[in-house]
């Protein structure tokens, strides 16, 4: 059944800032937050979406998992082990269990290399395969996999001579290589042309349910993340604030933000087009040197109340179904939420307002 | 809405001279502009979307070169003018663009002031007060404070220079602004402040948008009339109600890209998308150019060259499925 195959606790990154002579003669420190205490736990076979706006950490969370970078602090457990500190051949394991898709296919393959030398390329630094028909055998059979066919046009070619889509499914087997039970996809559709969007996405969920992959799904668009994701976790500065079933985080979300995010959804509807849209959010995203005291959206929360930037950073508090929210103010949320959507009123939110 | 036409197009070719041969990445277009309307334009990649909006300022990329056709403003075809009288009378004065990744058309060494006064001192005899008034009453138009001016690029967000290149596109009082994928850079927040922004200037200064983008679900939000173009054509265009309303876009490849688009507050299964990629437009299919990719097409299509018709008021569509001969 379920077994968790990845748990993060309280997983931390901090970049350390350049300092200034001034501020190294006085010793001080500064430290760009990426991510501030994140902690989860993701089930085999499932696929785990991460969404959240530019700079709020996903990415970085994304290169924890995959030990590209050192974790500051937390504890991260992959089949029951600890993983967080490990080295040489441990790492190298980790590595080949968990494998990256990038979001640019562009730059993340070798323009000189043909496919076939992209794909080869993993077997040799791991050493997997007896000799070079063995692993020519088993490239072919990948690529049939991800539907580059037939494999002999496909082998030969340079990364310029593919389509986007083509080139994310090379991506995509590549990292297939190694037989890895996790996969990182950081925004791997993102780049793609509309119309080829859902064949790369519905491509990736049929080789999760043949080979028994875990997806962990890194985006900012909540449309594809409700139609990929089994879980949704918001990230906001470094922290998460609210999780839960993709659906019910997308249809009854409780944190200002996640409203404010599906707010600014645009959907193809007609009748919308001179009306302004309602995004409930004040100003831009603040530095992550300088997070915010207290609860870390408050300056651009509309509900906000001094308890809020004066106590404790709230904490994921479960509010029944696996739906957690980091809110002080997620019942009150809640009961304006209900009403609106019983009496069909809009959640009583302001215009987004323009100053920078 | 008898509203004045600002911008004809009539029958527009812009080829590209490659080593392959002659790339017709817009092949015949015609349509027409209305005042303070915006009109969208979407397309896979490769479609043509972009060269278009380049050809609407004179202004193709090498090896492009347009090869016939009349971008006819206020009745007189922009083509038919020298380099300088555009440069003085078309370009920037009555029809400006906000470049694909504006934010990085800003100069990282210069201040925003400096960059703006250019564009002004060539355009306008100015003092520097009237310079200083106009950039100023430009920027909080857009909202951004005065000292924005004082800033190099580096230190505005992404939003932030977003804002202050249409504000440049803006600040000679254009007719028409080109806004080719203004959005797609920026995060979903910003994008939603930056359309509401778009909406805003609409219909306080009366100026017509392009509104060039691949995303179905912003031209929703923003467009009065949408334009769908595939393979250098016009596949359909359309008001916004023809196109999104319950009856349905008409043309297949619309219907395709609308289903392939994700709603947010829909569960979907599976998500369509459409098999293949855009033809190669040195060597097009003949007949419709949608019909190797089209799940409704006809013998006919294959073989005969299809024309834009109009089968209601103010939509037109490219396909023989919708007409009876």
């Known amino acids: 059944m379920t077994e968790p195959i990845l748990v993060a606790e309280n997983l931390t990154k901090w970049f350390p800032v350049k300092r200034t002579l001034t501020q190294i003669t006085r010793g001080e420190r500064t430290w760009v937050r990426a991510v501030d ?61 968990v494998q990256m898709i990038f979001q640019d296919p562009y730059s993340s393959m070798n323009p000189r290399f043909t496919v076939r030398d992209v794909l080869m390329e993993p077997l040799e630094i791991h050493k997997v395969g007896q000799n070079l028909q063995e692993r020519e055998v088993w490239v072919r059979e990948i690529l049939n996999e991800v539907k580059l066919s037939p494999p002999d046009e496909f082998l030969v070619r340079h990364p310029h001579m593919l389509s986007g889509g083509q080139r994310q499914r090379a991506a995509t087997a590549r990292t297939l290589m190694l037989n890895p039970s996790v996969i990182v996809a950081d925004e791997p559709v993102s780049m793609i042309d509309l119309s080829t969007r859902a064949e790369i996405l519905s491509m990736m969920r049929q080789l999760q349910r043949e080979l028994g992959l875990t997806y962990v799904y890194i985006t900012h668009d909540l449309s594809t993340a409700r139609y990929f994701v089994d879980r949704l976790a918001v990230m906001y500065l470094g922290k998460i604030v609210e999780m839960g079933p993709a659906g019910v985080v997308i249809d009854r979300c409780l944190h200002p933000y996640t409203q404010a995010l599906i707010g600014a959804v645009c959907e193809p509807k007609s009748g919308r087009v001179n009306q302004i849209k309602d995004v409930p959010i004040k100003g831009e995203i603040p530095a992550a040197t300088n997070i915010p005291p207290g609860c870390r959206f408050h300056p651009r929360c509309l509900f906000s109340v001094p308890e809020c930037w004066e106590e404790v950073e709230p904490t994921l508090v479960d509010v029944g179904g696996g739906h957690m929210v980091a809110c002080r103010r997620h019942e009150d949320i809640e009961k304006r939420g209900a009403a609106a959507r019983t009496s069909d009123a809009s959640l009583g939110v302001r215009r987004s307002s323009f100053e920078a | 809405m008898a509203k004045e036409r600002v911008l004809e197009v009539r029958d527009l070719e812009l080829h590209y001279f490659t080593r392959k041969g002659v790339v017709r990445a817009v092949d015949k277009i015609s349509f027409d502009l209305r005042q303070s309307e915006t009109l969208g334009v979407v397309g896979e990649s490769g479609c043509g979307k972009t060269t278009m909006g380049t050809a609407l300022l004179n202004m193709p990329t090498p090896p492009g070169r347009i090869v016939g056709g009349q971008i006819l403003l206020d009745g007189h075809d922009v083509l038919k003018l020298s380099e300088t009288e555009i440069r003085r009378r078309v370009r920037w004065e009555t029809i400006s663009m906000v470049f694909q990744g504006a934010m990085n058309c800003l100069t990282p060494v210069y201040t925003i002031k400096k960059q703006m006064k250019e564009t002004l001192r060539q355009h306008r005899e100015m003092s520097r007060q009237e310079m200083d008034a106009r950039m100023k009453k430009y920027l909080n138009l857009v909202g951004l404070s005065d000292d924005v001016l004082r800033r190099y690029p580096h230190e505005l967000s992404g939003g932030m220079k977003q804002r202050v290149v249409i504000a440049m596109a803006l600040f000679l009082e254009p007719k028409v602004v080109i806004c080719d994928e203004p959005t797609t850079a920026l995060d979903v927040v910003v994008q939603a402040q930056v359309i509401n922004l778009l909406k805003d200037l609409k219909d306080e200064l009366q100026v017509s948008f392009i509104f060039i983008t691949h995303d179905l679900s912003i031209e929703a939000e923003v467009s009065d009339r949408i334009m769908i173009m595939y393979a250098g054509r016009i596949a359909e265009i359309g008001t916004n109600e023809q196109i999104y309303g319950p009856q349905g876009p ?75 001969d």
């Not at chain 1, 076979?45 to 500051?72: A, N, R």
């Not at chain 2, 109009?310 to 007409?323: K, Q, S, T, Y």
């Open chain 1, 37 to 97: 205490g994140v902690s989860f736990s993701i089930n085999k076979g499932e696929i785990f979406g991460l969404v959240g706006e530019s700079g709020c950490g996903k990415t970085t969370t994304g290169k924890l998992i995959m030990k590209l970078l050192d974790i500051t602090d937390g504890r991260l457990h992959m089949h029951g082990d600890d993983v967080t500190h490990i080295q040489g051949a441990r790492l190298a394991k980790h590595r080949r269990e």
């Open chain 2, 250 to 324: 008409a043309h297949p490849y619309t219907q395709r890209l609308l289903a392939a688009t994700p709603r947010l507050h829909e569960e979907v299964a599976e998500l369509a998308f459409i098999p293949g990629t855009p033809p190669d437009l040195v060597a097009p299919p003949t007949g419709c150019r949608f019909h190797p990719r089209c799940h409704v097409v006809m013998e006919r299509c294959s073989r005969d060259d299809v024309g834009l018709r109009e089968i209601e008021p103010d939509h037109l569509v490219a396909c023989w499925r919708c007409f009876n």
